[in-house]
């Protein structure tokens, strides 16, 4: 069974840009979770989406979002980049009933300049 | 809020030598704890898991947590480390809020 795909694995941006990240689930998992993976801060929970609703955030600014489609793909958005945005940024996905563990993909690694 | 603990951020250790790794919640609810590694260059895995039953866990790779609902403690610990234990390994929880709650990592580093 494929486990969760991230794209792309790395990107470099420069301040004030925007970039799109992409997560593709465990076929059949309906939750997506984003993650900011930073040295020191460990993770960082962005957001979670069932079914295409976002069931939960976290204490981020409003450049971040996300969306999740009828597939249970997911993207996630940060507008008007800036250079603390640079960080590992994790998906994962489960089965959503809060009683599964979270699979991992390997990351989108940001970097911003 | 909920947070979650790791009172060590770099452990070395040289082989056979036995391994604890703290890790603390706050929360005064029903958890779910898990244990997650980060080998170099690897995504994050499930070393184990604790929902519910006995409180002694067992993961891979030999090991183990134990879940102390009176301190509210899910320490990791492992009998003899390897040299391919090196990795980050952070502790999580989830409250039943759809979404999980990180510790900030342990760096393991074994000498060979």
């Known amino acids: 069974k494929a486990g969760v795909t991230q794209t792309p694995r790395y990107l470099i941006k420069t301040r004030g840009q925007q970039v799109t990240l992409s997560c593709s689930p465990i076929s059949g998992h309906r939750s997506v979770s984003w993650y900011q993976q930073t040295p020191g801060q460990g993770l960082q929970f962005l957001f979670e989406?069932?079914?295409?609703?976002?069931?939960n955030k976290g204490n981020f600014p409003g450049r971040f979002s996300g969306r999740q489609f009828s597939n249970s793909r997911s993207e996630m958005n940060v507008s008007t980049l800036e250079l603390g945005d640079s960080a590992l940024y994790l998906c994962?996905?489960?089965?959503?009933?809060?009683?599964?563990?979270?699979?991992f993909g390997q990351g989108t690694r940001l970097t911003v300049v | 809020a909920q947070s979650v603990s790791q009172h060590n951020h770099h452990v070395i250790l040289s082989e056979a030598a036995s391994l604890e790794l703290g890790c603390n919640y706050s929360y005064g609810g029903t958890v779910n704890l898990f244990w997650y590694v980060q080998y170099p260059g690897q995504h994050l895995q499930l070393l184990l898991k604790?929902?519910?039953?006995?409180?002694l866990v067992k993961g891979i790779k030999g090991f183990e947590a134990e879940f102390i609902k009176s301190k509210f403690s899910f320490n990791l610990r492992k009998p003899s480390v390897q040299w391919s234990d090196t990795a980050e390994y952070f502790c999580a929880v989830n409250t039943g809020t759809y979404k999980y709650i990180f510790g900030t990592g342990t760096r393991l580093k074994v000498l060979a």
């Open positions: 604790y929902f519910s039953g006995d409180p």
């Open positions: 994962a996905s489960s089965l959503g009933d809060g009683n599964t563990e979270a699979f």
């Open positions: 989406y069932f079914s295409e609703t976002q069931r």
